[in-house]
């Protein structure tokens, strides 16, 4: 299902800076489809309706915000981006390079709930999520990035937000299957 434009307020970020050591060589360029994984998380944000799309991490040919630490994880990348948009973001929706079938209609159901959670994600799934760019948000955030890299999960991070969890329909958990190794590679579906 793909929407319509989504308001401007709301960017889209791939988190893309890790080191990929299970895998053995940089995510971002492994293909599925065809396509590179960097490829179809940035499609399935334009199909979302998002038009502002940001690379967490430096990614050539792309709009991009490099981790002002590296290798802090994710919370590293998340923090980089949200101290470097302007005051104009209300929320960011944040999904990592490595799900390549996730779907837009769980990502319009997440900013559904956007404007009544300081975030919102799937239970049992940390990632994708959306958090509001408030004072308050970033202050969590800002607690948690200095005590990087102890207690940095991104659990941590939805708990210390308040974050409201929304059931997976279970026909869809398939989507959230993340790809670390050549192994979880071999098992998506052709």
């Known amino acids: 299902m793909d929407c319509k434009k989504i308001d401007e307020s709301v960017v889209g970020v791939i ?13 971002v ?27 967490s991490g430096y990614i050539e040919g792309y709009k991009s915000i490099e981790d002002v630490q590296p290798h802090l994880g994710p919370i590293g ?16 929706v944040f999904i990592p390079v490595d799900m390549p079938l996730l779907k837009a209609s769980l990502l319009i159901q997440l900013l559904g709930y956007a404007h009544d959670y300081p975030a919102v994600y799937y239970e049992s799934y940390p990632l994708p999520f959306v ?32 974050a409201k969890a929304i059931e997976v329909p279970n026909e869809l958990s398939l989507s959230f299957m993340n790809i670390n190794t050549v192994l979880d590679l071999s098992l998506l579906p052709d």
């Open 15 to 27: 988190l893309a800076g890790g080191k990929s050591s299970r895998m053995g060589s940089n995510k």
């Open 29 to 55: 360029y492994v293909k599925y489809k065809n396509k590179q994984l960097i490829e179809h998380a940035y499609l399935l944000l334009k199909r979302t309706g998002i038009s502002t799309i940001i690379i």
């Open 77 to 92: 990348g998340i923090y980089s981006v949200m101290s470097s948009l302007s005051e104009q973001t209300e929320n960011i």
């Open 131 to 162: 958090i509001n760019c408030n004072k308050k948000t970033n202050k969590i955030l800002l607690n948690m990035y200095s005590q990087l890299p102890k207690g940095g999960s991104m659990k941590n991070l939805l708990y210390n937000l308040k």
